[in-house]
């Protein structure tokens, strides 16, 4: 009973309903018509407010899943070769850490690098590298492990922990990806073997220029191995002088870096980079010392219009550098300044692809009579090589050094080195 | 002076209002190919600039400075994914330091994931198998039908950024879409040669051009992807082209042409070196000149 009395409520309301659209409909026809339009503009509205939210965001989605890992790879740098001169000269000229410094075989640099996005706001990478001393013990030691900031404002970004400090072009660079088996002698007496890299603080800005141009200002720790020309390890010498234990007292005392770097397209093919760094801090010749380092660096790279794998390329990079230490307290009867100053210039012709041929020339001085000194004499370097990259993956160098040195007896020297690279993982970046 | 100041300040004001009412969206692509797609759907409401020049393999570019500058300025970024730019891209994003372009943001379009690719590899991907794209083949853009997907993906993500102009991109995605399909059949029509025919590529990069007019791929010059060929290898592969009477060899203007030369002299092989992203040539601008001049390369050959 109850049930047939709410189906014929619901049927006649239904009908009344109806009936009553359909009166309005014959009576006023424009008015449906545009309520009809303003239905349809509202459904247009709302399907596409559909795809745009939900459709993007769900293939969206699909790319996140694919491509989050993290960035983890390892490459390796082995070298075997042969000089004229002994192990210990040897060990003077090829000053770097990282450099082929053996008749016979050096484990350059096997580096772990793992790297990605911690969260929104930063990213982080770091990089660990073992290497083979001479007594055959394994050396690790924590290359740089930093993060950087993703979207600050005004296009600032900062960046802090263990890095290498932006000085330069050559500085900042891993070892498997140089030019050369070899750092340039410049930047081995100046930034010691492993570079220039401590603890700290940096921040830069993009310039808001119609070119790249970016400004790089930072503070670090100045004391260690990797900071040479400043507090270096106490009782080492440097110019003659014994390095004493002074550590920093204050903000005074740390090292300060600032680096301006422009880039600019020529053309399609033609590309330059110029930039000036300079590098102030306390040195540990005496209490109240200081180091201050200038240089200028420039690169200018072409790329053929239409290239395979990026051949045939042209890269020219040549940095000039400065330093002016103050030796040893005011009123102190050995206090000097000392000046050195050094150069390379490098040349590289990718003329087909996989093949790169190369060519360096490094001179560095120092005022006063250094000619005993390894690490302050004059000395030019001359360097050929050959690289071959069977793919991205891998490499093989062949390279040629003449050296002549005032400190050797002999004053000249030849060596000769093969160098080869694996990298696993992760892709390679691609440099400029 | 105060009143110059005030002045100032209003003009100032002034300029940044009328910069946000009149803005056009920064679009910056990694290839030209997705440059000209775009600059036909944002239309004047866009300012589209190529990271990358056609006449390059973009999975080989570099990152450069000027590209920092100009993914910071971005409002959207436009990749051909599938690990075509892995090189260059990721270390790009991190120093450019602009949250409207990571991926995951309105700002980010990675086309790949858009459309179907061919290619994806079964089974584990190792590098002994050379530079095979585990995600499948990033080439897709030479397929004339994921174009005009592609374009309607840009078309929907720049409604989404700017929907005061969302029917102004509906109505020239239309008229791309009927532009593309309308020469489409008349490419098939002229390319009704290659139906069903066997053809060697240097590299795997024409598998969606295959795909799109019905021919097949059967071999690469290349023994593996981005491995240069050896003499067995060429040599190898002369048995084959004899064997199987394959007439026709296909490559992009970028690579070394001896090996194909050398295959020419021993087996009279006929060579078409076709252009594979808008730019690759000067009078290749838009998308649709990009076929037309693929066409052009390929109707005068492969016809015996």
């Given at each position: 009973m109850t049930f047939t009395r709410y189906l014929l409520t619901v049927m006649t309301s239904g009908i009344i309903v109806f009936n009553s659209t359909a009166l309005q409909a014959v009576e006023s026809n424009k008015t449906t018509q545009l309520q009809l339009l303003e239905l349809k503009q509202q459904i247009n509205a709302l399907e596409k407010q559909l795809t745009e939210t939900v459709l993007p965001s769900s293939l969206a989605k699909n790319t996140e899943k694919a491509n989050n890992p993290l960035q983890i790879g390892l490459s390796g740098l082995f070298a075997m070769g042969r000089s004229s001169v002994d192990n210990t000269e040897l060990s003077n000229l090829q000053a770097g850490g990282h450099d082929p410094d053996k008749n016979g075989f050096t484990v350059q640099n096997v580096e772990l690098a793992i790297g990605g996005t911690v969260d929104p706001y930063l990213d982080a990478q770091t990089n660990i590298i073992f290497l083979i001393d001479d007594a055959g013990e394994t050396v690790v030691e924590l290359e740089e492990a930093f993060f950087t900031s993703r979207n600050l404002p005004w296009g600032l970004q900062l960046k802090g922990g263990q890095y290498f400090t932006e000085?330069?072009?050559?500085?900042?660079?891993?070892p498997h990806t140089w030019a050369f088996v070899d750092q340039p002698v410049v930047l081995s007496r100046f930034f010691g073997g492993d570079g220039l890299r401590s603890q700290g603080i940096r921040a830069s800005w993009l310039i808001p220029a119609d070119w790249y141009s970016e400004f790089y200002l930072g503070m670090q720790n100045a004391k260690g191995e990797t900071v040479s020309s400043f507090l270096n390890v106490p009782g080492d010498d440097f110019g003659g002088y014994t390095l004493i234990d002074r550590n920093a007292r204050g903000f005074d005392d740390l090292l300060y870096s600032a680096r301006w770097l422009n880039g600019i397209d020529l053309s399609d093919t033609l590309s330059i980079n110029l930039g000036l760094s300079g590098l102030w801090g306390p040195n540990a010749s005496g209490t109240t010392t200081d180091t201050r380092i200038m240089g200028t660096d420039i690169y200018l790279k072409w790329q053929a219009e239409t290239s395979q794998r990026g051949y045939p390329f042209l890269a020219w990079h040549t940095e000039v550098l400065q330093r002016r230490y103050e030796a040893a307290d005011p009123g102190d009867p050995v206090q000097d300044i000392l000046r050195d100053e050094g150069l390379f210039s490098q040349l590289q012709w990718g003329f087909k692809p996989g093949w790169i041929a190369g060519l360096r020339w490094d001179y560095a001085r120092a005022d006063g009579d250094t000619s005993a000194d390894p690490m302050r004499d004059t000395r030019k370097r001359l360097s050929t090589n050959l690289t071959w990259h069977p793919t991205e993956f891998s490499k093989l160098r062949l390279q040629f050094n003449r050296d002549e040195t005032e400190h050797l007896a002999e004053k000249t020297a030849n060596s000769i080195w093969l160098q080869m690279e694996f990298s696993l993982g992760s892709h390679m970046a691609h440099t400029f | 002076m105060k009143l110059i100041l005030k002045q100032f300040i209003y003009l100032l004001l002034l300029s940044a209002v009328i910069n946000t009412v009149h803005a056009t969206l920064r679009v910056e692509t990694t290839t030209q190919d997705l440059a000209a797609i775009a600059s036909v759907i944002g239309g004047s409401h866009i300012e589209v600039h190529s990271l990358t020049i056609g006449t390059r393999d973009p999975h080989f570019a570099v990152a450069k400075p000027s590209m920092i500058r100009r993914v910071y300025r971005a409002d959207l970024l436009l990749v051909i994914g599938a690990d075509m730019e892995i090189g260059w891209l990721p270390p790009l994003l991190q120093s450019a330091r602009n949250s409207r372009v990571q991926p995951g943001s309105p700002g980010y379009l990675d086309l790949s994931e858009t459309v179907k690719l061919l290619g994806k590899q079964q089974g584990p991907v190792t590098r002994d198998m050379g530079d095979v794209h585990a995600r499948g083949n990033?080439?897709?853009?030479?397929d004339p039908r994921n174009g005009v997907h592609m374009a309607k993906m840009i078309s929907e993500q720049l409604s989404q950024l700017d929907p005061e102009h969302a029917t102004d991109y509906y109505a020239n995605f239309k008229a791309f879409e009927k532009n593309v399909n309308t020469k489409f059949q008349q490419w098939r029509s002229e390319l009704k040669h290659l139906n069903g025919k066997t053809v060697i590529a240097y590299h795997t990069s024409f598998v969606y051009l295959a795909e799109a007019f019905g021919?097949?791929?059967?071999?690469?010059?290349?023994?593996?992807?981005?491995i240069s060929p050896s003499a067995a290898s060429l040599n190898a592969l002369i048995t084959r082209i004899k064997k199987e009477q394959i007439g026709l060899l296909i490559m992009a203007p970028y690579y070394e042409r001896r090996s194909a030369r050398y295959l020419n002299e021993e087996t009279d092989i006929q060579i078409a070196v076709l252009p594979q992203s808008v730019g690759a040539e000067p009078d290749i601008q838009t998308y649709p000149d990009l076929f037309d001049a693929i066409v052009k390369a390929l109707k005068t050959t492969g016809e015996n």
């Amino acid at each position: 009973m109850t049930f047939t009395r709410y189906l014929l409520t619901v049927m006649t309301s239904g009908i009344i309903v109806f009936n009553s659209t359909a009166l309005q409909a014959v009576e006023s026809n424009k008015t449906t018509q545009l309520q009809l339009l303003e239905l349809k503009q509202q459904i247009n509205a709302l399907e596409k407010q559909l795809t745009e939210t939900v459709l993007p965001s769900s293939l969206a989605k699909n790319t996140e899943k694919a491509n989050n890992p993290l960035q983890i790879g390892l490459s390796g740098l082995f070298a075997m070769g042969r000089s004229s001169v002994d192990n210990t000269e040897l060990s003077n000229l090829q000053a770097g850490g990282h450099d082929p410094d053996k008749n016979g075989f050096t484990v350059q640099n096997v580096e772990l690098a793992i790297g990605g996005t911690v969260d929104p706001y930063l990213d982080a990478q770091t990089n660990i590298i073992f290497l083979i001393d001479d007594a055959g013990e394994t050396v690790v030691e924590l290359e740089e492990a930093f993060f950087t900031s993703r979207n600050l404002p005004w296009g600032l970004q900062l960046k802090g922990g263990q890095y290498f400090t932006e000085f330069g072009r050559q500085n900042k660079q891993h070892p498997h990806t140089w030019a050369f088996v070899d750092q340039p002698v410049v930047l081995s007496r100046f930034f010691g073997g492993d570079g220039l890299r401590s603890q700290g603080i940096r921040a830069s800005w993009l310039i808001p220029a119609d070119w790249y141009s970016e400004f790089y200002l930072g503070m670090q720790n100045a004391k260690g191995e990797t900071v040479s020309s400043f507090l270096n390890v106490p009782g080492d010498d440097f110019g003659g002088y014994t390095l004493i234990d002074r550590n920093a007292r204050g903000f005074d005392d740390l090292l300060y870096s600032a680096r301006w770097l422009n880039g600019i397209d020529l053309s399609d093919t033609l590309s330059i980079n110029l930039g000036l760094s300079g590098l102030w801090g306390p040195n540990a010749s005496g209490t109240t010392t200081d180091t201050r380092i200038m240089g200028t660096d420039i690169y200018l790279k072409w790329q053929a219009e239409t290239s395979q794998r990026g051949y045939p390329f042209l890269a020219w990079h040549t940095e000039v550098l400065q330093r002016r230490y103050e030796a040893a307290d005011p009123g102190d009867p050995v206090q000097d300044i000392l000046r050195d100053e050094g150069l390379f210039s490098q040349l590289q012709w990718g003329f087909k692809p996989g093949w790169i041929a190369g060519l360096r020339w490094d001179y560095a001085r120092a005022d006063g009579d250094t000619s005993a000194d390894p690490m302050r004499d004059t000395r030019k370097r001359l360097s050929t090589n050959l690289t071959w990259h069977p793919t991205e993956f891998s490499k093989l160098r062949l390279q040629f050094n003449r050296d002549e040195t005032e400190h050797l007896a002999e004053k000249t020297a030849n060596s000769i080195w093969l160098q080869m690279e694996f990298s696993l993982g992760s892709h390679m970046a691609h440099t400029f | 002076m105060k009143l110059i100041l005030k002045q100032f300040i209003y003009l100032l004001l002034l300029s940044a209002v009328i910069n946000t009412v009149h803005a056009t969206l920064r679009v910056e692509t990694t290839t030209q190919d997705l440059a000209a797609i775009a600059s036909v759907i944002g239309g004047s409401h866009i300012e589209v600039h190529s990271l990358t020049i056609g006449t390059r393999d973009p999975h080989f570019a570099v990152a450069k400075p000027s590209m920092i500058r100009r993914v910071y300025r971005a409002d959207l970024l436009l990749v051909i994914g599938a690990d075509m730019e892995i090189g260059w891209l990721p270390p790009l994003l991190q120093s450019a330091r602009n949250s409207r372009v990571q991926p995951g943001s309105p700002g980010y379009l990675d086309l790949s994931e858009t459309v179907k690719l061919l290619g994806k590899q079964q089974g584990p991907v190792t590098r002994d198998m050379g530079d095979v794209h585990a995600r499948g083949n990033p080439h897709y853009w030479l397929d004339p039908r994921n174009g005009v997907h592609m374009a309607k993906m840009i078309s929907e993500q720049l409604s989404q950024l700017d929907p005061e102009h969302a029917t102004d991109y509906y109505a020239n995605f239309k008229a791309f879409e009927k532009n593309v399909n309308t020469k489409f059949q008349q490419w098939r029509s002229e390319l009704k040669h290659l139906n069903g025919k066997t053809v060697i590529a240097y590299h795997t990069s024409f598998v969606y051009l295959a795909e799109a007019f019905g021919f097949s791929i059967v071999d690469e010059v290349e023994p593996k992807p981005g491995i240069s060929p050896s003499a067995a290898s060429l040599n190898a592969l002369i048995t084959r082209i004899k064997k199987e009477q394959i007439g026709l060899l296909i490559m992009a203007p970028y690579y070394e042409r001896r090996s194909a030369r050398y295959l020419n002299e021993e087996t009279d092989i006929q060579i078409a070196v076709l252009p594979q992203s808008v730019g690759a040539e000067p009078d290749i601008q838009t998308y649709p000149d990009l076929f037309d001049a693929i066409v052009k390369a390929l109707k005068t050959t492969g016809e015996n």
